[in-house]
């Protein structure tokens, strides 16, 4: 759901001495959702792009699947499909189940957690919690510690609590520092947090009952957030002291903060995942599609990259190079959009508001480089409005206009028929990487 986000930031001094910290950059798209066929996403335009030869109607597709698929305690499954439970339809949402235990080993399975490689730490709606308590975490200022997520559509608002998160067959080896959504001891977000935008919990609350942020940064704000809010020029709004309904910024060490659930676990899973989704016909996609996440890269016979695979290291806000249709630019890979979006010369749509309708669908070429490592590559954007009336949820030619202006964010359509790794911070990649 998020990233253009990572929260991430260092720079605490300069010369010996400390200086005033910028605040942190909004985390990335998370979650661009379609519910009834309409965009969270903002909008806007520019851009080129080449038209590829008719297609025939739209239509509703089978299933598709991986062929074989790995298997061991490191792997777990991920849906794309519609909810039954959901009265809006949704579009290339990956979904996986989440365990989360307490300090007295009681645990609650949530299924229908989206996979985000755009954003670091475990969101959890407190609804899906039943019996398990979960203790809050207490600030610095002796009150409740509470976050404000902060994407590009929007925020969510919620305390912070440890619990212990299964992944698959993996557990980290202790509680960890997870969000509760909507949290009935702390209902309401203080105006800085409601100044980063709308509040779109109760929007998500029907299509996902949490976030399970799994990229290339460990921890959901980093070094930026561990000193007082006094030294920011702008007060970044992300975690917040609350006593009663009173919520004061605060700041918030690395161990209270929201951390990469996959950078707690125990090695030789912790360095990272891969995200295995198969290939989805275009231009119109699939009613569903299944495939696995992967904990750890490179470390274990089932979690090997292909020997043809590129890696791309990423900068402090997990970016690399893009170039669309030969004009360059910086953007990320990411999980938790569910489109491409980026500044493009195509037909928007009539009922879509912020996504593209060409006819017939367009190809766009992209050049990604990072470092030494180089690769090209292309996606297809096709109606979106002709999409959607399929119902398919798997839908490979999604795109709409850029959602973080200047930025070219390649969604979970990338990842179909594309193993894609995404590296942890370290000594190596200090900022992470990507793979593929």
């Known amino acids: 759901m998020s990233r253009g986000f990572q929260i991430e930031h260092d720079g605490l001094r300069a010369g010996g001495k400390c200086r005033w910290l910028e605040a942190p950059p909004?985390?990335?798209?998370?979650l661009g959702l379609v519910l009834a066929a309409s965009t969270l996403l903002g909008a806007c335009g520019g851009g080129g792009g080449n038209t590829t030869t008719a297609t025939a109607a739209a239509s509703?597709?089978?299933g598709v699947s991986l062929d074989t698929p790995p298997s061991g305690p490191n792997v777990v499954p991920v849906s794309i499909r519609q909810l039954n439970t959901s009265s809006a339809n949704t579009a290339n949402t990956p979904?996986?189940?989440?365990t989360v235990c307490d300090a007295s080993n009681v645990c609650q399975s949530i299924p229908n957690v989206l996979v985000d490689t755009g954003s670091a730490g475990l969101r959890i709606f407190a609804n899906q919690l039943g019996s398990v308590n979960l203790p809050a975490i207490t600030a610095a200022g002796g009150g409740q510690l509470a976050a404000c997520a902060q994407f590009a559509s929007g925020y969510t608002w919620g305390s912070m609590r440890e619990a212990t998160v299964k992944i698959g067959g993996v557990s980290t080896p202790g509680a960890i520092?997870?969000?509760v959504i909507n949290d009935s001891a702390i209902t309401t977000a203080p105006t800085a947090c409601q100044d980063q935008g709308q509040d779109f919990s109760g929007q998500l609350a029907g299509v996902v009952n949490g976030i399970l942020?799994?990229?290339?940064?460990q921890y959901d704000c980093g070094i930026a957030c561990t000193v007082s809010p006094s030294q920011y020029k702008t007060n970044p709004?992300?975690?917040f002291s609350c006593s009663g309904s009173t919520c004061t910024a605060t700041s918030a060490s690395l161990d209270q903060q929201g951390i990469n659930p996959i950078a707690a676990d125990p090695a030789p899973y912790n360095n990272g995942s891969i995200l295995l989704l198969p290939s989805v016909p275009l231009p119109w996609g699939a009613q569903t599609a299944t495939g696995v996440l992967v904990l750890g890269i490179n470390t274990s016979s089932n979690n090997q990259l292909p020997s043809s695979a590129q890696v791309f290291s990423l900068d402090g806000h997990g970016n690399l190079s893009i170039a669309v249709n030969g004009l360059a630019g910086t953007?990320?890979?990411?999980?938790?959009?569910?489109g491409h979006y980026l500044a493009l010369n195509l037909p928007s749509c009539t009922q879509?508001?912020?996504f593209y309708c060409p006819a017939p669908p367009a190809d766009v070429a992209l050049d990604l480089s990072s470092g030494t490592s180089m690769a090209n590559a292309s996606v297809t954007i096709a109606s979106a409005d002709a999409m959607f009336q399929t119902a398919n949820a798997a839908l490979p030619a999604l795109g709409g206009t850029a959602a973080v202006s200047g930025q070219i964010d390649l969604g979970l359509p990338f990842f179909y028929g594309r193993p894609i790794a995404t590296g942890i911070q370290n000594m190596q990649f200090q900022n992470g990487f990507v793979a593929f």
């Open 213 to 217: 942020g799994i990229s290339n940064f």
């Open 331 to 338: 953007g990320f890979i990411d999980s938790g959009s569910n």
């Open 26 to 30: 909004v985390r990335r798209i998370v």
């Open 95 to 98: 979904y996986v189940t989440v």
């Open 60 to 62: 509703t597709n089978p």
């Open 237 to 239: 709004g992300v975690y």
């Open 352 to 354: 879509s508001t912020g």
């Open 177 to 179: 520092p997870i969000e």
